[in-house]
């Protein structure tokens, strides 16, 4: 998986133990955060992280979930990102990300190696 130039500053990516987490930002306007989307996507394996991927020529990483969250202001004024039923602020997101990567990695029970 890779990214254009200009959207490398939209995405984050997590990894541990043969697992992976990505977040794209999707941004509908420049000026606005009307209609934008965070896709938290999960991967079994190692996601393009450029020159550093030498193990891409082994193992392509494969897609095992992904989620949308979706911007919103609250009735109260506040900014959040809803997800399914739930809503999560900047933080909740970036916490719902690393939990998942760890979810992901307790279910495997440590038998993968870190390069995967």
């Not at 991927?53 to 990483?61: N, T």
Request: glycine share 6%.
């Amino acid at each position: 998986m890779s990214t254009k130039p200009d959207q490398a500053h939209r995405r984050a990516d997590l990894y541990r133990k043969g697992y992976s987490i990505t977040v794209v930002w999707h941004q509908a306007a420049i000026n606005t955060l009307r209609d934008s989307e965070l896709m938290m996507t999960q991967w079994d394996g190692r996601t393009d992280f450029g020159e550093m991927r030498v193990a891409k020529l082994f193992h392509k990483p494969r897609e095992i979930g992904h989620s949308a969250f979706r911007f919103d202001v609250t009735h109260d004024g506040r900014q959040v990102w809803r997800c399914e039923d739930a809503e999560f602020t900047n933080e909740g997101v970036a916490h719902e990300a690393v939990r998942r990567l760890l979810t992901l990695i307790e279910m495997d029970k440590g038998a993968r190696d870190d390069w995967a």
